[in-house]
C-alpha cells in the first residue's frame, strides 16, 4: 500500500490529471460518471420500475404474467450477464449490426445503462409493488366514500402512501445501483472501478487505486443514506410524536 | 431449537443464496474457472458471444428458478407444525 498513489489515485478518481506540459487537466472519468450513470440508471429505471409494479399488480393475466416473467428474469439473473449479453452479445447477429439501433448499442455508455436501468427496473418494481400492497383498504374506501373518482384516488391517496412505503426500500436499491455501477467497468465504462484499474496497470501497483475507490464508493454511499433517511424523517411526521416548541413554555409535568 | 430457528431462517437464506448465486459470476473477473469464464472464453474463440451468454444466462436462471422451488418446499416443510389463522 503506497500512500502517495493513494492521494494521487484519489485526485484521478476524482477526474483530474496532469498532462504533459504539467497542467491539471478534467478528463472527465471517474466521479463525474459514476454520479450520471447512476442518476440516468435510476431515472430511467424507476419509470420502468412503475410500469413493472403496475403490471404485477393488474387485473389482466397477460400484463400480469409479462411482469412476473421480467422480474423473475432480471432477478434471478447476474447483472453481469445482462450487460456482457447486450454488449457483446447483440452484436453477433447481423440484422442488429445495420438497423439503426447499432448507433446506440455499440456504445458502451448507453449499453451501461440500459442495462442497469433494466436491472434496477426488476427491483424497484417488486419494491413499489410492496407498496401499492400495502396501503390500508380502509384509507381507499374513505376516499371512495368522499365521492373521490378512481384517478383522484390514485392521485391523493393510493400512490403517495405507497411511495412512502417503499421509500426504505428504494433508498436500499439507490445504494445497490452505486456498487452496481462498478461491473460497467467490465464493459469499458472508465468510472472509479474503470479508472482505478487502470492507474494498477500503469504502476503495477492495484491495492493503492483500488481502496482510493472504494473510499470513494463508501462516502457515496454514506452520503446518500443520510439523504434518504432525511427525506423519511420529512415523510415520517405523522408517525412521531408532536415535537414540543423550543419557544414555548413547557409547563412541568406533575403527573405521569 | 433448531426446527424453530429454521422456519423464521429460511426465508432469509434463500435470499442470501440467490444474492450469492448471482455473486458467483462476478468471481469469473479475477479468474475463477466458473460458467461465466467459459461463456466468455467460448465466445470470444467462436465469436458467436449472443448464443454463449444467453446460455449461461438461461443455466443462472433455472438454477435460480429450481432453487427458489426447493426453498418453497423446505419452508412448507418447516411450517408444518404452525397453526395459521383462516
Keep these: 500500500m503506497d500512500v502517495d498513489l493513494y492521494w494521487e489515485s484519489l485526485i484521478r478518481l476524482f477526474g483530474f490529471k496532469q498532462d504533459g506540459f504539467g497542467d491539471w487537466v478534467f478528463t472527465g472519468q471517474g466521479l463525474i460518471v459514476v454520479f450520471e450513470t447512476v442518476f440516468l440508471s435510476l431515472a430511467i429505471g424507476f419509470v420502468l420500475a412503475l410500469g413493472i409494479a403496475f403490471m404485477r399488480v393488474s387485473k389482466n393475466i397477460v400484463l400480469r404474467g409479462f411482469g412476473t416473467f421480467y422480474v423473475s428474469l432480471f432477478r434471478g439473473t447476474p447483472l453481469l450477464i445482462q450487460m ?94 452505486v456498487s452496481a455501477t462498478s461491473i460497467a467497468s467490465t464493459i469499458t465504462i472508465m468510472d472509479l472501478t474503470g479508472v482505478a484499474g ?54 412541568p409535568i406533575l403527573a405521569r | 431449537m433448531i426446527p424453530q430457528v429454521l422456519r423464521l431462517a429460511l426465508p432469509g437464506l434463500a435470499n442470501v443464496w440467490q444474492l450469492l448465486l448471482k455473486e458467483v459470476a462476478l468471481a469469473s473477473l479475477v479468474g475463477l474457472e466458473d460458467l461465466m469464464r467459459s461463456a466468455r472464453v467460448a465466445s470470444g474463440s467462436t465469436r458467436e458471444p449472443f448464443t454463449f451468454y444467453f446460455s449461461t444466462l438461461i443455466i443462472f436462471w433455472l438454477i435460480a428458478l429450481k432453487s427458489g422451488f426447493w426453498f418453497e418446499r423446505a419452508e412448507k416443510w418447516a411450517n408444518k407444525g404452525v397453526r395459521r389463522a383462516a
Design chain 1, 198 to 251: 487502470k492507474i494498477g496497470a500503469e504502476t503495477f501497483d492495484k491495492i493503492s487505486p483500488l481502496l482510493a475507490a472504494a473510499t470513494l464508493y463508501l462516502i457515496i454511499n454514506i452520503i446518500l443514506t443520510q439523504l434518504v433517511k432525511r427525506l423519511e424523517h420529512r415523510l415520517s411526521g405523522h408517525l412521531r410524536r408532536a415535537e414540543i416548541s423550543k419557544t414555548a413554555v413547557q409547563t
Design chain 1, 84 to 177: 456482457f449479453l447486450i454488449y457483446y452479445g447483440l452484436g453477433q447477429f447481423e440484422f442488429v449490426r445495420e438497423s439503426w439501433a447499432w448507433t446506440f448499442l455499440k456504445d458502451a455508455y448507453f449499453c451501461a445503462i440500459l442495462g442497469l436501468s433494466l436491472n434496477t427496473a426488476a427491483y424497484g418494481g417488486e419494491i413499489i409493488r410492496g407498496g401499492l400492497q400495502s396501503v390500508p383498504f380502509g384509507q381507499i374506501e374513505a376516499a371512495k366514500s368522499l365521492g373521490m373518482s378512481r384517478s383522484k384516488i390514485f392521485r391523493r391517496i393510493t400512490f403517495p402512501i405507497a411511495m412512502r412505503q417503499a421509500l426504505p426500500g428504494y433508498g436500499n436499491e439507490i445504494v445497490l445501483m
